[in-house]
């Protein structure tokens, strides 16, 4: 799976950390979220959707990888 933060649209509510701190870290200077892991491995499929589901700015896109 590939994860895409859209910076745009992000506007720093830090939901997607809480939900999945080891893949959202968070850009403070810039406020901004930041992808800590583009891809993750599988067990982090759940809080990764989780923080999907729960940005309130609809930022965050969870896309799969025919390679996998
Ligand atoms: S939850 Fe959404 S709006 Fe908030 S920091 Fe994460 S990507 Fe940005």
Same mark, same amino acid.
């Given at each position: 799976?590939?994860?895409? +933060?859209? =910076?745009? =649209?992000? #506007?720093?509510?830090?939901?997607? #950390?809480?939900?999945? !701190?080891? $893949?959202?870290?968070? @850009?403070?200077?810039?406020? =901004? %979220?930041? %992808?800590? #892991?583009?891809? !993750? /491995? *599988?067990?982090?499929? !759940? #809080? $990764?959707? /989780?923080? $999907?589901?729960?940005? !309130? /700015?609809? +930022? =965050? /896109?969870? *896309? *799969?990888?025919? @390679?996998?």
């Amino acid at each position: 799976m590939r994860v895409r +933060a859209d =910076l745009d =649209l992000c #506007q720093a509510h830090r939901m997607c #950390q809480g939900e999945a !701190p080891a $893949v959202f870290g968070f @850009d403070e200077a810039a406020d =901004l %979220v930041t %992808v800590l #892991q583009e891809h !993750p /491995a *599988e067990s982090e499929r !759940p #809080q $990764v959707a /989780a923080a $999907v589901r729960y940005c !309130p /700015a609809m +930022a =965050l /896109a969870l *896309e *799969e990888e025919n @390679d996998e």
